[in-house]
C-alpha cells in the first residue's frame, strides 16, 4: 500500500552526536539520520547516482558527500547539491520525545530511493525560448535547472546523435551495454516536463547577431538564451593506414559496441594510457585474443597521477595478459583488403592487429563557431567566465567545451573534461540565464574503474611538483597528495575512502592542505574537513 504511514523509533536521543550521523534500516531500505547544529534530520541513505551508502561518506553541517564520486545532498532537505548525479534524496520527519528519536515517511518515499526535484510546468504564454546544443551532462542538468527554478517558456535541446541524454562515461568501462540502459532520463521524462530533444540534428552555424542556430538540415531555430554543450571528440590518427577498416574512435554507444563484438577472440591494440585506453583495455583483457597498449609516456596516467600509481596500474593489467610497449608511438598501420593487420611502431616493434581502439585525447566540439562572435582559445575551447557566459550575451556554453576560471585555483583558466564538473557547469548556465548571478564554485571530482577497483580524484594537479603516496599501492590501497608550491592541489585513492571526499570538502572551504600536513604519519587532519 503506497500511503500506508510507516513509524520506526530508532535510538535515544544522546546516541548521535553533534556532526555524526547513523544509518538505520526501515522495513529493508537505509535511512541515513544526522544530527547538526542540535537538530535531527533524516534522508535516504543511499547516493542517487551509483547508490553508495552515505554513511560512510563525509558530513559537513547540513551536507553529505558521497564518498565514491562526490555527489552532496543536503540532510535538511534531501536536494542534491553537487554532482554526479541528478536525482534528490527522500525526505523523512523526525521527532524527538522524551530523549527517544522517532522516523516517519510513508511506504512509497521509503521505497523510491530517488526524488526528482520539482519542476514548473510549460506555459504556452511564456513566450522565452532557450536552445540547448548537446544532450550531455552540462545540457541535461541545465535543461532540468531551469524547469526546478521555475522557467515557463520553451527548451529545446539539440544532438546530431540518434540518443536521448546517456551516461557516457559507461561506454570504456561496459562497452557491450545497450544504449537503453545508459539513458539517463527517459522520453516521458522529456514530454511530462516539456523538454524538446531534437535527436540527429547538427548544428552547423550560429548567428549571434539574429539569435538563430543553423542545422545542417538547413532547418534554424530563434533563441532568447543559448548554451553551447557540445563537449569533446575524440582526435583522429593521423598516420598512414588510419582510414583502415576496424581502426576505431571510442564516442558513441554504436561505437562501445562494435568495438566490443569486433574484439572477441581477436588482436586488439590500443593506442593511448590515459583514462580511455586503460579502461578499454582493461574490459576487454578477457574477452579479446590478445591486448597490446601502446603509449608515449614511461607508464600510464604519468602526466595526471604519477609514475608509482601508473606502474600499479599497468601491473594490474599485465597481470591479465595485457602487454605494454611504452615510451613509443605509431608510425604506421598497414592491411590487407582494406583491413588492418599490423600496427608499426616507432621503435621497430610490429604487432599483429585486428582490431586497432585510439585513446589519443580530445578536442573541444566547437567547428561550427568559426565565423560568430563567440570566442574561443586556440584550441577551439569555448572562453567562459564564472557565471558561464561568453563573450556575447544571451550566449553561454558549459561542460568540456569550455576554458572557464577555477575558483579553488584562484580563478585559473582551465579546460576540464570531467563528468561531474559538466553538471556544475550545467546548473550554473542555468542559474545566470534566469538571472540568479551565481558563481561556479566545485571541486573537480572523477573516478576511473579497472577491473573492478576504482581510483577516485578530486582538485588539480596540472604541474605538480611532488607526489606523496601513503598506503601500500602494491597491495592496491593508497592514498596520493599532489603538490604545488608546498601545498596539496589533488589528492588520488584507492580503497581509502572517503579520503578524496574529505579534501574535497577542504578545497571546496579554502583550506590550505600544507605538504607538512600530508607528509605526517598523522592523518587525523583528514576527518577535520
Not at 522565452?128 to 544532450?135: M, R
Not at 552555424?205 to 548554451?227: G, I, Q
Not at 571510442?250 to 577472440?265: F, H, K, M, Q, Y
Not at 575512502?497 to 572551504?509: F, I, K, N, Y
Request: glycine letters at 8%; one cysteine or more; aromatic letters at 6%.
Amino acid at each position: 500500500m503506497a500511503g500506508e504511514k510507516i513509524t520506526r523509533e530508532v535510538c535515544d536521543e544522546t546516541d548521535l552526536q553533534d556532526g555524526e550521523m547513523k544509518e538505520f534500516d526501515m522495513e529493508g531500505h537505509p535511512v541515513l539520520l544526522v544530527k547538526s547544529n542540535g537538530r535531527f534530520s533524516a534522508v535516504g541513505g543511499k547516493c542517487t547516482h551509483y547508490g553508495a551508502p552515505l554513511v560512510k561518506g563525509v558530513l559537513v553541517g547540513d551536507r553529505v558527500r558521497c564518498p565514491w564520486h562526490g555527489a552532496c545532498f543536503s540532510t535538511q532537505s534531501g536536494d542534491i547539491e553537487e554532482y554526479p548525479g541528478l536525482d534528490s534524496l527522500p525526505c523523512f520527519k523526525v521527532v524527538v520525545n522524551k530523549g527517544k528519536v522517532t522516523i516517519s515517511t510513508d511506504r512509497k518515499t521509503l521505497e523510491n530511493p530517488k526524488r526528482v526535484k520539482a519542476m514548473r510546468a510549460r506555459s504556452k504564454e511564456d513566450r522565452c525560448t532557450v536552445v540547448i546544443i548537446g544532450t550531455g551532462p552540462a545540457a541535461l542538468v541545465c535543461a532540468e535547472t531551469l524547469r526546478q527554478e521555475g522557467f515557463t517558456g520553451r527548451i529545446v535541446m539539440a544532438t546530431k546523435e540518434k540518443h536521448l541524454p546517456y551516461d557516457r562515461t559507461k561506454l570504456s568501462k561496459a562497452m557491450n551495454v545497450r544504449v537503453a540502459e545508459l539513458e539517463l532520463r527517459s522520453a516521458e521524462f522529456f514530454h511530462m516536463h516539456s523538454i524538446e530533444v531534437w535527436t540527429e540534428k547538427e548544428v552547423v552555424s550560429v548567428n549571434s547577431h539574429k539569435n538563430t542556430v543553423h542545422f545542417h538540415d538547413e532547418a534554424s531555430v530563434h533563441y532568447d538564451r543559448l548554451l553551447i554543450a557540445t563537449g569533446s571528440s575524440p582526435r583522429h590518427l593521423q598516420c598512414q593506414g588510419s582510414e583502415l577498416q576496424n581502426v576505431f574512435l571510442l564516442r558513441t554507444p554504436e561505437d562501445a559496441n562494435i568495438i566490443s563484438e569486433s574484439a572477441v577472440g581477436k588482436r586488439v591494440v590500443v593506442l593511448g594510457t590515459s583514462f580511455i585506453g586503460m579502461e578499454v583495455a582493461a574490459f576487454l583483457s578477457d574477452k579479446a585474443g590478445s591486448v597490446s597498449v601502446v603509449g608515449i609516456s614511461e607508464t600510464p596516467f604519468l602526466a595526471v597521477l604519477g609514475q608509482q600509481i601508473g606502474n600499479v596500474a599497468r601491473k594490474m593489467l599485465e597481470e591479465r595478459g595485457v602487454k605494454f610497449y611504452m615510451k613509443n608511438e605509431v608510425v604506421s598501420l598497414k592491411g590487407d583488403n582494406g583491413k588492418v593487420q599490423e600496427v608499426v611502431l616507432k621503435h621497430g616493434d610490429i604487432l599483429p592487429a585486428d582490431v586497432v581502439v585510439a585513446g589519443i585525447g580530445v578536442s573541444p566540439c566547437s567547428g561550427f563557431l568559426q565565423g560568430s562572435e563567440i570566442a574561443t582559445d586556440s584550441r577551439g575551447a569555448v572562453f567562459v567566465d564564472q557565471f558561464m557566459r561568453t563573450s556575447v550575451p544571451d550566449v553561454f556554453a558549459a561542460g568540456d567545451v569550455v576554458s572557464f576560471p577555477l575558483s579553488i585555483m584562484d580563478g585559473r583558466r582551465v579546460n576540464i573534461g570531467h563528468w561531474q564538473m559538466a553538471h556544475a557547469h550545467g546548473r550554473i548556465a542555468a542559474l545566470n540565464m534566469l538571472g540568479q548571478q551565481v558563481a561556479l564554485n566545485s571541486v573537480p571530482f572523477f573516478c576511473s574503474s579497472l577491473l573492478g577497483k576504482s581510483i577516485r580524484y578530486a582538485g588539480y594537479g596540472e604541474g605538480h611538483t611532488d607526489i606523496l603516496v601513503k598506503g601500500q599501492p602494491e597491495e592496491l590501497t593508497f592514498l596520493a597528495f599532489y603538490i604545488r608550491d608546498d601545498v596539496v592541489v589533488a589528492v588520488a585513492s584507492m580503497n581509502f575512502d572517503p579520503a578524496v571526499s574529505q579534501v574535497a570538502e577542504m578545497l571546496l572551504s579554502g583550506r590550505r592542505i600544507s605538504k607538512e600536513e600530508a607528509q605526517s604519519e598523522d592523518l587525523s587532519w583528514l576527518k577535520k574537513p
